[in-house]
């Protein structure tokens, strides 16, 4: 039974846990045995898991890795090493220049499989232009600075908003626990208690309902009721939370992004059997929830009803 090493950023995460679900659903389904890592939001800590991984004797090391990075880059040299040791190397949701040249000196499959991270900033960027038809100002909730991901994601936004909409950042580290600490240090600054939002934007689900979190703890009621009346964005969409938290009114709209981490296995078990590498890189497609249509209605509703009072 050939053995597959998944490694994830965190357990703090919906997106996550059901990359992990995929994970074991597919493997099981394959009849492939695979060992779950967590690196914790730590790439220093991933990047030793990994090296551990690779560096084990002849008959524990796995055939394959698959990962989604935590840090800036997507560990070349360790990527490098896999490839010498014969091992398989699958990178999710993150785009890198260096598997072209691996690929080219190395006959073990090497590739990766993202979403197209400014294709899901452009669509909240659209969701904002849509709940907001005249404008306004959000708070962009995003990850951390180190990320590629949030770093596409955020000029995806820019690029797609209307401009009469202003966004102010702050970041988080992809867990409701670093939004709501995040959000509730920004709600302690002078400059807040002033500040006039009319959406929050995070950059995925968690952080969303961190942010709520923050703004429900807030102990003047009037206060309190104006920062939960405004539409608060996610992104990921799982079926089960940002789906779920949608119709929930919790969120106002959230992004459906593709789990990769079943797909990745079945094509990593397909090209170790065949000696066939899959494509460099496959994207998967992101779509809004709701539609882009059924959230500018409710922004025209919204919009008669302030100018009606």
Known sequence: ??????????????????????????????????????????AVLQSQQLLKAIQASPESRPSGIIFEPVGGTAMP????????????????NREVEYLSDLRANFKTPLFSITSDHEEIGRIQGKQIGALLPKGGSILLLQG???????????????????????????????????????????????????????????????????ARRAFQEIHDSAQRDRWLAIPFLG??????????????????????????????????????????????KTLTTAQSFPCIEELARKGAQKARGAAAH
């Open 1 to 42: 039974m050939k053995k597959l090493v998944i490694s994830l950023t965190t357990r703090d995460n919906d997106y996550q846990q059901e990359q992990a679900n995929s994970a074991q659903t597919t493997a099981a389904r394959l009849g492939l045995d695979i060992e779950l890592l967590y690196a914790e939001n730590d």
């Open 77 to 92: 040299q360790v990527a490098r090493a896999a490839a010498a040791a014969g091992i398989g190397w699958v990178v999710l």
């Open 144 to 210: 951390p600075a180190e990320s590629l991901a949030a770093k596409q994601r955020a000029s995806g936004l820019i690029e797609a908003k209307p401009a009469d909409v202003q966004v102010k950042s702050i970041k988080a580290n992809w867990t409701e626990a670093s939004a709501h600490k995040s959000v509730s240090s920004w709600l302690k600054l002078s400059t807040s208690q002033h500040s006039v939002l009319d959406a929050v934007a995070a950059q995925d689900d968690s952080m969303a309902l961190g």
């Open 235 to 280: 992104i990921d969409g799982m079926p089960k939370t940002g789906q779920a938290d949608v119709r929930r009114g919790l969120l106002a709209a959230t992004i459906i992004v593709p789990t990769n981490t079943g797909t990745g296995i079945e094509l990593l078990a397909r090209a170790l059997n065949s000696g066939m590498n899959p494509p460099e």
